[in-house]
């Protein structure tokens, strides 16, 4: 009874371990190094899509010269103005598929709000 449970406890712990390792692993190896190969300056741009009164996601981590674009696909008008009054970055009211961008230049942590509804914030982070 005890054998019978560890033979089939023993594969089964080692397979879980397999299955945590094999992903960390191979995920920094391959398509981090592709990046890194193929497009060392260049950045992708980053989407924020707006939906349901939030910024999704709403913490955003960005490289620097990122150019991050928000999509607004609500039914309802809002804006990405950055936290510090709109000074570093600020959008028109965006209608429902309109879209507005900015290029992450700085390193730092760069947090905005919906004018419109300001219960609305996200973040990107720079670095
Ligand atoms: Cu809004």
Same mark, same amino acid.
């Not at 060392?40 to 960005?62: E, G, K, Q, R």
């Not at 150019?67 to 970055?89: C, I, L, M, Q, Y």
């Given at each position: 009874m005890t054998m019978q449970t560890n033979r089939r406890a023993l594969p089964l712990a080692a397979a879980l371990v397999l299955a945590l390792a094999a992903p960390a692993s191979?995920?920094?190896?391959?398509? !981090? !190094?592709?990046?890194?190969?193929? !497009?060392? #300056?260049?950045? #992708?741009? #980053? +989407? *924020?899509?707006?939906?349901?009164?939030?910024?999704?996601?709403?913490?955003? +981590? *960005? #490289?620097?010269? +990122?150019?991050? *674009?928000?999509?607004?696909?609500?039914?309802?008008?809002?804006? *990405? +103005?950055?936290?510090?009054?709109?000074?570093?970055?600020?959008?028109?009211?965006?209608d429902t598929d309109d879209s507005f961008a900015f290029t992450f230049t700085k390193a730092g942590t760069y947090k905005y709000f919906c004018s419109i509804h300001p219960h609305m914030v996200g973040t990107i982070v720079v670095k």
């Open positions: 191979a995920g920094d190896a391959s398509p !981090a !190094a592709q990046v890194a190969a193929t !497009a060392p #300056a260049a950045t #992708a741009p #980053a +989407t *924020v899509t707006i939906d349901n009164f939030a910024y999704s996601p709403a913490t955003l +981590t *960005v #490289a620097p010269g +990122t150019r991050v *674009v928000w999509a607004n696909k609500d039914e309802e008008p809002h804006t *990405v +103005t950055s936290a510090d009054g709109g000074a570093t970055f600020k959008s028109p009211a965006l």
